[in-house]
């Protein structure tokens, strides 16, 4: 094995080829927000499942409010540099090295590309940059694919979803953060040759609609979620995540995760 198969191997279970990263690098745009006001309070609940396979942090959160008791992998994020109170969230540009990378012992970088946006040239040939360094050292790349501002239709088109997922590997990604959809998932899938893990999203309204999101995109091939807010918002982050875990990598179905959930908050 060489160093990029060993980093890889901590993102993705070699067992099942699938991972359940937990993302909490909403806070460089967003800023304190419910579920993340105290980001050391939730990394050390949810780590405590023993269920999170990856983190995916910042530099700052990563040095100053991580320390996870179990061994995660952890994917730094490089990008950044845009708040919601800015002109343009999808301006983002690099926001940390690999250099910064390799220090903190991270097992693979991420980086934006915003596909339909303004900036969409400048985070893809930021994304190809940060490819062909992480090639020099075997480090893995998440190429994270956001989407500008485009109309509702879009966001639910296979076809434009597949677009910048395959544009993302093109790019150089190793893994690939998308959007799920529900209808032609598989094509989104098809057409891409790295593994695709999908994005939390928008918070869900419950947290049964969580896992038969996060089945349907397992179903349609995807090697697993990134999540978020759908969570660390949730009113039972634990049992949730055990029954995100036991679909990921138990096979369950959503009636025997929604049960494990059901289970896991009357005994919570």
């Not at 993705?12 to 690098?25: E, H, N």
């Not at 460089?28 to 999170?52: C, F, I, Q, W, Y």
């Not at 349609?220 to 807010?229: E, P, T, Y």
Request: proline share 5%; glycine share 12%; charged share 20%.
């Amino acid at each position: 094995m060489d160093g990029f198969s060993v980093r890889l191997n901590r993102i993705l279970r070699p067992d099942t080829g699938r991972s359940l990263v937990v993302a909490i690098d909403h806070g460089m745009a967003l800023g304190p927000m419910t579920g993340l006001k105290n980001v050391g309070e939730t990394v050390s609940r949810l780590d405590a499942t023993g269920l999170v396979d990856a983190w995916l942090v910042t530099k700052g959160i990563y040095r100053y409010a991580f320390e996870p008791v179990n061994k995660p992998g952890i994917i730094l994020r490089i990008s950044g540099g845009a708040t919601i109170s800015g002109p343009e969230l999808t301006r983002e540009g690099q926001t940390a090295t690999l250099e910064d990378a390799l220090a903190a012992g991270a097992d693979a970088i991420a980086t934006s590309a915003f596909i339909g946006s303004p900036y969409e040239h400048d985070t893809l040939t930021g994304l190809a940059r940060a490819a062909s360094e992480c090639r020099k050292w075997n480090m893995p790349l998440l190429g994270v694919v956001g989407l500008g501002k485009i109309n509702e239709d879009q966001k639910k088109d296979p076809r434009f979803i597949a677009l910048g997922a395959r544009v993302a590997a093109e790019h150089g990604a190793d893994l690939v953060k998308t959007y799920y959809t529900e209808e032609g998932f598989e094509q989104v899938v098809a057409g891409c040759p790295v593994p695709i893990l999908i994005a939390g999203g928008p918070k869900c309204e419950t947290d049964l609609d969580t896992l038969k999101m996060i089945a349907g995109a397992l179903n349609g091939g995807a090697k697993g979620i990134v999540m978020g807010r759908n969570v660390w918002q949730s009113p039972h982050p634990e049992a949730l995540l055990a029954a995100v875990h036991g679909l990921i990598h138990r096979g369950f179905s959503v009636q025997e995760a929604n049960d494990l959930l059901e289970d896991g908050i009357n005994r919570g």
